[in-house]
């Protein structure tokens, strides 16, 4: 599974941004697509997963409220929606796919950048 992010950009706190990772090709109903961040000088953090097949979502507790993670099916497109943006959200976000619920991550993208300035 190949998969390309983008969207990320440069925003001012309070602001929003869409993120996209897009899996060419067919993806099993069984696969979990998931968004993950690495902030400047800390560990990659889980933020958001869609499993495609129930469209069951889970959120870090930091995004709840904040980030909708949905697909596009037609485009096989998983979306991170961010609103009310906050400078410690500023990461480089990876997108990530894993064939089903009980299986490590195995497959990412490149990661897209996204600044919130204060």
């Known amino acids: 599974v190949q998969l390309q992010a983008s969207g990320g950009g440069l925003v001012q706190a309070g602001g929003s941004l869409r993120l996209s990772c897009a899996a060419p090709?067919?993806?099993?109903?069984?696969?979990?697509i998931g968004w993950f961040r690495q902030p400047p000088g800390k560990e990659r953090e889980f933020v958001a997963s869609f499993q495609v097949g129930t469209g069951i979502t889970r959120y870090a507790d930091t995004v709840k409220g904040r980030f909708t993670i949905s697909r596009d099916s037609a485009k096989n497109t998983v979306l991170l929606q961010m609103n009310s943006l906050k400078p410690e959200d500023t990461a480089v976000y990876y997108c990530?796919?894993?064939?089903?619920?009980?299986?490590?991550?195995?497959?990412w993208g490149q990661g897209t950048q996204v600044t919130v300035s204060s």
């Open positions: 090709g067919r993806t099993s109903s069984r696969y979990v």
């Open positions: 990530a796919a894993k064939l089903n619920d009980r299986v490590p991550y195995n497959y």
